[in-house]
């Protein structure tokens, strides 16, 4: 006998679409809309197919990083006047595609769970066109964190070596762990003072996930603090563009290369 999805009930993991990558985290601030779009732009340079998708409904600030008035967002995606493929801009300074939030969008962050599954489902479908999509999320666990959480095939999770960052990315974890199978959950530290000290950072979280969840989340990469990531956002300029030397730049094309072998899996 089968049961009536109840009103929280989540997608199965079978929906699962592995060229979609989450960049989530626990506490707010850490850099994942940085990240999300240096780590797009880093996939777009070399080559990849890639989607951008603003997932921080009703927060939306990619198109601010990045200085960007979309024409289309994804608020008419939300009240039925388009369909989400519609909703795409090209980025042509980046070289991949976006599919810009709008910021203070009450529409976009009280969106019907109706509205978010299929949200969730189209954007899996419509990852079938790129090689990556990656979705810059709100930060916390609220309801559609775990809905978009729920299709990707890799979730990262941001920290930095702040005590609290370090105590919501567990929390995070845990909380993502807990509600499905296991899934591919990757760890970046952010705002590193060193790859040194980013690597005991993610060692002291890899400690509190093995001895309380028992998951060894892998470390994807550790980014540099670097003065030149607040600059090229002042700027409205990706990092990649504006400093390609920088440190920051250089330790996100490093992150970007690792999540090739994934890609070959997908399509092996
Ligand atoms: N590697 C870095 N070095 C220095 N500054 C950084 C780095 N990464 C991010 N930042 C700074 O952190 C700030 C927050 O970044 P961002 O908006 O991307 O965080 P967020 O996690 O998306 O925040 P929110 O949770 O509010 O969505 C930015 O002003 C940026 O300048
Ligand atoms: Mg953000």
């Excluded at 080559?47 to 289309?72: E, K, S």
């Excluded at 609290?164 to 959950?185: G, M, S, W």
């Amino acid at each position: 006998m089968t049961t009536a999805p109840t009103p929280t009930a989540r997608p199965p993991a079978a929906v699962r679409h592995k060229g979609l990558i989450a960049v989530a985290s626990g506490k707010g601030g850490v850099g994942k809309t940085w990240l999300a779009i240096t780590l797009a732009h880093a996939l777009a340079r070399s080559g990849r197919r890639t989607l951008l998708f603003d997932g921080d409904l009703g927060l939306a600030n990619v198109d601010i990083q990045l200085g960007l008035m979309p024409t289309h967002d994804l608020s008419a995606v939300i009240g039925g006047r388009l369909s989400l493929g519609d909703a795409l801009t090209a980025y042509g300074n980046g070289g991949f595609d976006i599919i810009a939030g709008r910021s203070g969008c009450g529409r976009l962050a009280n969106i019907p769970q109706t509205r978010l599954q299929s949200l969730a489902d189209n954007l899996a479908g419509l990852a079938n066109a790129y090689d990556h999509v990656i979705l810059d999320l709100g930060a916390g666990i609220e309801r559609t964190v775990r809905y978009l959480t729920d299709v990707v095939g890799t979730c990262i999770v941001v920290t930095t070596d702040d005590p609290t960052a370090l105590t919501d990315a567990y929390a995070f974890i845990k909380v993502t762990h807990d509600a499905q199978a296991p899934r591919d959950i990757r760890i970046i530290v952010n705002m590193a003072t060193s790859l040194r000290e980013g690597e005991r950072t993610y060692a002291a979280l890899l400690k509190a996930c093995e001895g309380f969840l028992k998951i060894s989340p892998r470390l994807l990469g550790v980014v540099r603090r670097d003065p030149k990531v607040r600059e090229s956002i002042r700027h409205q300029t990706p990092t990649l563009t504006r400093f390609p030397q920088s440190e920051a730049g250089e330790d996100v094309e490093k992150i970007a290369a690792r999540l090739f072998p994934a890609l070959t899996a997908v399509r092996g």
